[in-house]
C-alpha cells in the first residue's frame, strides 16, 4: 500500500486559515469515510484532531475541521495560533482493512 | 482518563526478535475497541504496524505481516508485539494506541509515549 500524499509543509501567520490536503485513491481516501487526522509536536506522541473525515473529539478545538472531496481529504486550521506548530498527518481505511498513513506535513506559524 | 505506557528493551540485535508490551490503564481492553500499534523512524512519518480486537480479529501492515504478532493478555489488561528477524530498518520509536476501529473508521485515540528501539550489534 502507497503512503497517503501530503505537501511537505505549508505556512501561515497568526489568525490566518490554513489548509492540508491528503490525497490517495478510490481504494482508500476515496471510498470511505474513513479519514484521520493527527497533530505531533517534537518528541511528543501525535494526537487525533479528526476522525472519520468530520468529527472531532472532545478537548480538540473547533478551530480544526475536515472535509473531503473524491480521493483528496483536507485539514483547516481556523485562527492560526502558534501552538499548532507541528507535523500534522492524515490516515486511512483501506479497501483490504489495513490503515495507511500520509507522508506528513510540517505546520510553520510565522 | 485512558493511558498507556510501552516498555521493552531499547536495542535489539539485527535478525533477533523485537518484543515490546503496552500496558493500559483506565479502561479494560476486554471491554472492546481494537489495540493497536504504529512507529515512527527516526526524521520520518508514521507507519502503522497492526490492531487487533478481543475477539483474535487482526489486522496487519501486508509489509510486515509475515513478520509480526500482536496478542492481547487480558488478564493484565496489556497488549504486546512481536516483530521477527528486524534489521536496521527496523530501527523506530514504536507507539502503541487504543484504535476506534470497531465503532465505525479506525482512528488512534489514545496514544502511549512511544519507546525508542535501535536495532544495532
Known amino acids: 500500500q502507497s503512503a497517503l500524499t501530503q505537501p511537505a509543509s505549508v505556512s501561515g501567520s497568526p489568525g490566518q486559515s490554513i489548509t492540508i490536503s491528503c490525497t490517495g485513491t478510490?481504494?482508500?481516501?476515496?471510498?470511505?469515510?474513513?479519514v484521520s487526522w493527527y497533530q505531533q509536536h517534537p518528541g511528543k506522541a501525535p494526537k487525533i484532531m479528526i476522525y472519520d473525515v468530520t468529527n472531532r473529539p472532545s478537548g480538540v478545538s473547533n478551530r480544526f475541521s475536515g472535509s473531503k472531496s473524491g480521493n483528496t481529504a483536507s485539514l483547516t486550521i481556523s485562527g492560526l495560533q502558534a501552538e499548532d506548530e507541528g507535523d500534522y498527518y492524515c490516515?486511512?481505511?483501506?479497501?483490504?482493512?489495513?490503515?495507511?498513513f500520509g507522508g506528513g506535513t510540517k505546520l510553520t506559524v510565522l | 482518563q485512558v493511558q498507556l505506557q510501552e516498555s521493552g528493551p531499547g536495542r535489539v540485535k539485527p535478525s533477533e526478535t523485537l518484543s515490546l508490551t503496552c500496558g493500559v490503564s483506565?479502561?479494560?481492553?476486554?471491554?472492546?475497541?481494537?489495540w493497536g500499534w504504529i512507529r515512527q523512524p527516526p526524521g520520518k512519518g508514521l507507519e502503522w504496524i497492526g490492531s487487533m480486537y478481543l475477539s483474535g480479529n487482526t489486522y496487519y501492515n501486508p509489509s510486515l505481516k509475515s513478520r509480526v504478532t500482536i496478542s492481547l493478555d487480558m488478564s493484565k489488561n496489556r497488549f504486546s508485539l512481536k516483530l521477527s528477524s528486524v534489521t536496521a530498518a527496523d530501527t523506530a520509536v514504536y507507539y502503541c494506541?487504543?484504535?476506534?476501529?470497531?465503532?465505525?473508521?479506525?482512528?488512534?485515540?489514545?496514544w502511549g509515549h512511544g519507546t525508542l528501539v535501535t536495532v544495532s550489534s
Open positions: 490516515s486511512s481505511y483501506t479497501s483490504i482493512s489495513t490503515v495507511v
Open positions: 478510490s481504494s482508500d481516501v476515496g471510498g470511505y469515510n474513513y
Open positions: 483506565g479502561y479494560s481492553i476486554s471491554s472492546g475497541y481494537f
Open positions: 494506541a487504543r484504535d476506534r476501529r470497531a465503532l465505525a473508521g479506525p482512528a488512534f485515540d489514545f
